[in-house]
């Protein structure tokens, strides 16, 4: 019995000292976490809105409560630059580039509890922001996309580490033949890495490339996908590319100056007498990816056309009378001709009457859209019109192409993944993009089936996360952006940040139980 009760002594004692020495083990993992990120506290952030603000001297990150009060990071160095503005996926932190601490952009967080800011990505290599997502993955906190040099990194914010994902520098379940022929994909591609955003539960990574001359959009397939092999599909080019990824993983992608992705594979469709005709300028469209990894059709949201600058009226029979327009000549009436427009140049006036377009009659709104849109830019175009000085029909032709083309810039996708905020303007000329009012986009009905909600010189629209309302900076009179919140309804519009200059406003992801 002794031995008994002493073997059962020892076996306690045992236990004991094993929970012990785990709970040391664990102790020691924690005081190394802390040692290594120190970072506490948490607080109520809903409605708060991270922004930069401009001045004389520099740029720094501040942060708007729902009443407008202003709180500024701290450390800011007088003509420095704080830029890019984050949001960590909790909404507790802030994180944000910065050359304050030398000539480069590295990469900083903001605790806004107790007000600290943490320099988490040091080196001689300019950094950008993270971008933390897709919304569902494991750990997202700590792990995001940064750009580091013109290439795509991961980072791990609590452990201050970094891992090259793009270009790849190994490839992983690929024979080595493939993995050279992978290689020569990238490096042909373009010169670096200008955004990099997840989709499809990180299998997929969307990119903007900067080449020579313009921008592409990539599809990174970062590991098989059913039948699709690691690599990049390039699926747009352009002079400037924007883009935005849904929740569910559907990209939204913004296109001015459209280019060809590769010139020297240009669609037989697309040649007129041996030269390249662009089908558009500018678009705005829809991309998704298939569970087997299929790149479904790009679906058009926006894509601009050939345009009078006219505003077109139904020829009633009144109307008729009224601008003794003969009985004969059918077509639309012209009601208002924009100044620096085709119509203007071709002489158009209010009162003719639009008869066709490339042999086809428009008579009506529906065939005057139908009939543009079917004209080629670059190809010169025959327009037929009535001219009500002259009482006699005129044809002429115009080359559409160079005159100033309708543009949607910055999008963003609401979080339900259905609708996407767009700033709507004109591209006067190949590069300067003048903003005209925001809209919001349904997927399922594309710019047709927009809803208007404010027009001024407005960018950089985002939405808060219960879908409700919107925050965007606005031009003022004297050309100074302010921060401005509007209801998704286009109600309740006012401005957060009174005077000053300020941009890139993100509203806080938290949501208050």
Request: glycine share 14%; proline share 4%.
């Given at each position: 019995a002794g031995t008994r009760f002493m073997n059962k002594k020892i076996l306690v004692r045992t236990v004991v000292g094993l929970f012990a020495i785990a709970a040391l083990f664990l102790l020691y993992q924690w005081i190394a976490k802390i040692t290594l990120d120190p970072d506490f506290g948490t607080t109520d952030t809903s409605d708060m809105i991270a922004a930069v603000e401009f001045t004389d001297n520099g740029s720094h990150i501040v942060l708007f409560d729902a009443s407008g009060k202003k709180t500024t990071v701290p450390g800011f160095v007088e003509g420095r630059g704080d830029i890019d503005p984050v949001w960590r996926p909790d909404g507790q932190?802030?994180?944000?580039?910065?050359?304050r601490l030398g000539a480069s952009n590295n990469v900083f967080r903001w605790n806004v509890v107790s007000n600290a800011v943490d320099h988490k990505l040091k080196g001689s290599r300019s950094a950008s922001s993270p971008y933390f997502g897709p919304p569902d993955w494991p750990n997202l906190a700590n792990s995001a996309l940064v750009t580091i040099a013109g290439d795509v990194y991961e980072f791990n914010q609590e452990e201050q580490k970094t891992r090259q994902l793009l270009p790849p520098i190994e490839?992983?379940?690929?024979?080595?033949?493939?993995?050279?022929?992978l290689q020569e994909q990238y490096e042909g591609l373009g010169t670096s890495f200008k955004s990099a955003k997840w989709g499809m539960g990180r299998k997929v990574m969307y990119t903007v490339v900067t080449r020579e001359n313009d921008e592409l959009f990539v599809v990174n397939f970062m590991e098989p996908v059913g039948e699709q092999p690691v690599g990049p599909v390039p699926i747009f080019a352009g002079q400037s590319i924007q883009f935005d990824v849904a929740p569910d993983g559907t990209a939204v992608v913004s296109i001015q100056g459209f280019e060809f992705p590769d010139a020297a594979q240009v669609p037989p469709e697309m040649m007129v007498n041996g030269r390249a005709i662009k089908p558009w300028r500018n678009g705005l469209f829809a991309l998704s990816i298939h569970d087997d990894g299929h790149i479904a059709t790009p679906i058009p949201l926006f894509t601009d056309q050939a345009e009078l600058g006219v505003e077109p009226i139904e020829l009633t029979a009144a109307l008729r009378t009224e601008k003794a327009i003969p009985a004969g000549v059918t077509g639309?009436?012209?009601?208002?001709?924009?100044?620096?427009?085709?119509?203007?140049?071709?002489?158009?006036?209010?009162?003719?009457?639009?008869?066709?377009?490339?042999?086809?009659?428009?008579?009506?709104?529906?065939?005057?859209?139908?009939?543009l849109h079917k004209v080629r830019l670059g190809i010169p175009a025959s327009i037929t019109y009535w001219s009500s000085s002259e009482k006699a029909s005129k044809t002429v032709q115009y080359t559409f192409g160079d005159e100033s083309s309708m543009a949607l810039k910055d999008p963003a996708f609401s979080p339900d993944s259905k609708s996407i905020a767009v700033v709507v303007g004109f591209?006067?000329?190949?590069?300067?993009?003048?903003?005209?009012?925001l809209v919001i986009v349904p997927l399922a009905g594309g710019l047709n089936a927009a809803q208007r909600l404010v027009a001024g010189r407005i960018f950089e629209p985002n939405w808060h996360p219960t879908g409700k309302k919107l925050t965007f900076a606005m031009l003022d009179e004297g050309g100074k952006s302010q921060l401005y919140v509007i209801g998704a309804d286009?109600?309740?519009?006012?401005?957060?940040?009174?005077?000053?200059?300020?941009g890139t406003p993100k509203f806080s992801p938290y949501v208050k139980k």
């Open positions: 932190r802030i994180f944000f580039s910065s050359n490839f992983q379940n690929v024979g080595e033949a493939e993995a050279g022929h639309v009436l012209v009601g208002m001709v924009g100044p620096k427009t085709v119509g203007e140049t071709l002489s158009i006036k209010t009162g003719d009457v639009i008869v066709s377009v490339e042999g086809t009659k428009t008579d009506s709104f529906e065939a005057l859209f139908t009939a591209v006067v000329d190949t590069y300067t993009f003048e903003p005209g009012q286009g109600s309740s519009q006012r401005n957060i940040s009174g005077p000053g200059e300020f």
